[in-house]
């Protein structure tokens, strides 16, 4: 059984980066009211060939995280979970569109529209000729409304043409560190040899975890020094979110940092504050890279609407893969959950 540490023993992690633009907004708003508020389409930016091994579902979800649907699509074909590919995860509470494709070497008769119901219904299906993967997608649109919104109007618009011309700082979402920040908690036990996780996929999730956390950190301290939008000497180039170069920022692995000089300096000192993670990721097989520290926004459009006595932002984008809508919209407004 694995041993649960005392509240004393608890690490302590925080996750109130820098914002953009110096001060947290001071909008607040509700997020997901209703699933129909938090809309994503993934778009796969390549051309199916219509013949191949695999078949390619189109299937828009609702109230349903991505690997429940995962699940209920090998069982309809009779394979493995394995065997059905997918390009990212999409949140449960939501609407959305995505691509799967299922190892299916031989046309044999699947009821596939037993998919529809409640939480699912199959848009379109296609073959081609190799499995789907994991951020193999060209981008994600976002079509979001944020409810009972309160705030200025004027600083919102002032702030929203802010992020449309110079983007936001590229964090890695909250999600990606667990209810109450557990996944770091976990984390820290793994990498300081406290309790060596045996489940492979949970010990992925917490090293992935701690890879991003020390990203967000090194990019906080570059957004509290006014130095995450352009490059300065030391930095290493990176324009995978952006039509021009930006600086980045360390996923950790083995290897060296390859920035120098105030770079070198700066991520040196934010990193070595978890020395022991940073020593064990050094050691499981993962390799250094590095991120860009802008997230740029494309077709980025926004409305306020007065609706029922309710103020509403609805905001409309596309990310790349690999990025967060919940990084943009922190830029914006504090948020409720809605429960």
């Not at 802010?162 to 936001?168: F, M, Q, R, T």
């Not at 999730?205 to 490059?231: H, Q």
Request: glycine content about 8%.
């Amino acid at each position: 059984m694995k041993p649960e540490a005392s509240d004393n023993a608890r690490p302590s992690f925080s996750l109130d980066f820098a914002f953009a633009q110096g001060n947290p907004p001071r909008a607040q708003a509700t997020l997901r009211q209703q699933p129909e508020d938090f809309v994503v389409s993934e778009h796969l930016g390549m051309e199916l060939s219509g013949d191949g091994e695999h078949l390619y579902l189109q299937v828009e979800k609702k109230n349903l995280n991505t690997l429940e649907l995962v699940a209920k699509i090998a069982r309809l074909a009779g394979v493995r979970n394995m065997d059905v590919g997918y390009a990212g995860l999409k949140d449960k509470r939501a609407i959305t569109r995505q691509w799967f494709s299922v190892y299916l070497p031989v046309d044999k008769p699947i009821e596939w529209q037993s998919l529809n119901g409640e939480n699912a219904r199959l848009v379109s299906q296609t073959r081609h000729r190799q499995k789907l993967r994991r951020g193999q997608h060209q981008s994600n649109h976002f079509h979001i409304r944020l409810k009972q919104f309160s705030g200025d109007l004027a600083q919102l618009e002032a702030r929203l043409k802010i992020i449309a011309s110079k983007g936001v700082p590229n964090y890695f979402g909250p999600q990606r560190f667990g209810i109450n920040a557990n996944n770091l908690v976990s984390a820290d036990r793994l990498l300081t040899g406290e309790y060596p996780e045996r489940d492979r996929k949970k010990r992925g999730l917490y090293l992935s975890a701690a890879r991003s956390y020390l990203f967000n950190k090194v990019l906080s301290a570059r957004v509290g020094d006014s130095s995450w939008r352009d490059l300065e000497t030391g930095d290493i180039a990176c324009d995978g979110y952006s039509q021009s170069a930006v600086p980045s920022g360390p996923l950790w692995g083995r290897g060296r940092l390859s920035t120098w000089g105030r770079i070198l300096d700066l991520e040196t000192r934010v990193t070595g504050q978890h020395q022991d993670w940073c020593n064990r990721l050094e050691h499981v097989g993962l390799k250094q890279e590095r991120r860009p520290l802008v997230l740029t926004l494309n077709n980025f459009e926004w409305e306020i609407i007065q609706e029922n006595n309710d103020c509403i932002l609805e905001i409309q984008f596309s990310l790349l893969p690999g990025s967060y809508a919940t990084s943009v919209i922190r830029e914006i407004c504090s948020t409720r959950a809605y429960h």
